[in-house]
């Protein structure tokens, strides 16, 4: 179907490379048939004045401004943090919520959510501290009414209306 002509043209038009040097034996580095021109060499730019704004990274627009950079508070994450943690463990989030202040006092920031952390904390903590004594001293009660109503020997006794078992307990 194609026959194959001599005399047609490269692929793409262009006219195959001519070489005036012999072809290299097998295993030997044949250099290329033409000639690269070598890049013009590094120019380093002279440092900028004193005072001066240094330049742009490289792919990156420069920026004008005429204020500093914007100092972020360091220890406003942590303040969140501590804020969180104060209303799900109340002792971590105290400690993380006073890292977190003197962080943000030694930078010269107001951190209001490590303020509250701390606040919010110390009174889930007092809330937990209450209730487990509480509950102690409740369990103290009823096993002492337990041991009364049981200990006279008798088989059952009357708690909030109902009559219950006494528990059998091995002497």
Known sequence: ?????????????REPAKSDQPTPAYGQFAPPPYQQAAPPPYQ????PAYGAQPPAP?????????QGATVQDP?????????????????????VSIIALKKSKAAG??????????FVSIIVSVLWI???????????NLTNELQDACG???PTFVF?????ACPAVKQ
Not at 130 to 140: E, K, M, P, S
């Open 1 to 13: 179907m194609t026959d194959s002509n001599p005399q047609q043209p490269a692929p793409y038009g």
């Open 44 to 47: 380093q730019a002279a440092p």
């Open 58 to 66: 490289y792919g990156q627009q420069p920026q004008q401004s005429y």
């Open 75 to 95: 220890g406003k994450t942590l303040g969140i943090i501590g804020l969180v943690l104060a209303f799900l463990i109340s002792i971590a989030g105290l400690v």
């Open 109 to 118: 920031f107001k951190n209001t959510p490590a303020k509250v952390g701390i």
């Open 130 to 140: 209450a209730g487990i004594i509480i509950v102690a001293i409740a369990l103290v």
């Open 152 to 154: 006279n020997g008798q």
């Open 160 to 164: 909030n209306g109902v009559q219950q």
